[in-house]
């Protein structure tokens, strides 16, 4: 069974930075390409970004590139997204998930920008 457990999440204020983690477990984490969508207040799911297995592919929506990094430890079985320049546009529940639309995502983890 896929679970996946979203953390790192917080109060920051603009400008600032956040790391989150996702510890996966239930399948085989290497093989899969993984995703961060989030979902802000009022409106539905978003996706972030993507990472293909082993790490060499990334992508990103426009909205959060050249800010945000994501990253993999198959090791760990870990996924993770750096969060830097953030903005209060920003702010959402960010998930894990093992689909670019979000159908299979963890319970997320609320991530607020405000000063």
């Known amino acids: 069974q896929v679970q996946l457990v979203e953390s790192g999440g917080g109060l920051v204020q603009p400008g600032g930075s956040l790391r989150l983690s996702c510890a996966a477990s239930?399948?085989?984490?290497?093989?899969?390409?993984l995703n961060w969508v989030r979902q802000a207040p009022g409106k539905g799911l978003e996706w972030v970004s993507t990472?293909?297995?082993?790490?060499?592919?990334?992508r990103y929506a426009d909205s959060v590139k050249g800010r945000f990094t994501i990253a993999r430890d198959d090791a760990k079985n870990t996924l993770y997204l750096q969060m830097n320049s953030l903005k209060s546009d920003d702010t959402a529940v960010y998930y894990c998930?093992?689909?670019?639309?979000?159908?299979?995502r963890g319970q997320g983890t609320q991530v607020t920008v405000s000063s």
């Open positions: 239930g399948f085989t984490f290497r093989t899969y390409w």
């Open positions: 998930a093992t689909d670019a639309q979000g159908r299979v």
């Open positions: 990472i293909g297995t082993g790490g060499f592919i990334t």
